[in-house]
């Protein structure tokens, strides 16, 4: 099992920055990807931006350029630094953290969450 605990979020204006962080614990050594979802309300779920174990980064179309993702290995620690923030960037911010297991053509993704953080970003 993995536990996730994210800190960071609140209220910004818009225009302004953000910084969310994610620490990881128990069993870590196995973990593919982390990342930051995030869930408005009345809309699903999606991802923001994630980083691999060998530091490819994807992110939303709706944040790139504003969104920087990055992973301390050592710490297994992921943050999200917002800039430029919009009013519609407010959600719930969700930690993620996924393991791939599994022969290449038959692999099963288990993934692990934290417990969300909000982000309201007003105009």
């Known amino acids: 099992q993995v536990q996730l605990v994210e800190s960071g979020g609140g209220w910004a204006q818009a225009g302004g920055s953000l910084r969310l962080s994610c620490s990881a614990s128990?069993?870590?050594?196995?973990?593919?990807?982390l990342g930051w979802y995030r869930q408005a309300p009345g809309q699903q779920r999606e991802l923001v931006a994630d980083i691999s174990s060998h530091g490819s980064t994807n992110y939303a179309d709706s944040v790139k350029g504003r969104f920087t993702i990055t992973r301390d290995y050592a710490k297994n620690t992921v943050s999200l630094q917002m800039d430029s923030l919009k009013p519609e960037d407010t959600a719930v911010y969700y930690c993620?953290?996924?393991?791939?297991?599994?022969?290449?053509?038959?692999?099963?993704?288990?993934?692990?969450w934290g417990q969300g953080t909000q982000v309201t970003v007003s105009s």
């Open positions: 128990g069993s870590t050594r196995s973990i593919n990807g």
């Open positions: 993620n953290a996924y393991k791939e297991v599994g022969p290449v053509e038959r692999v099963v993704r288990y993934d692990y």
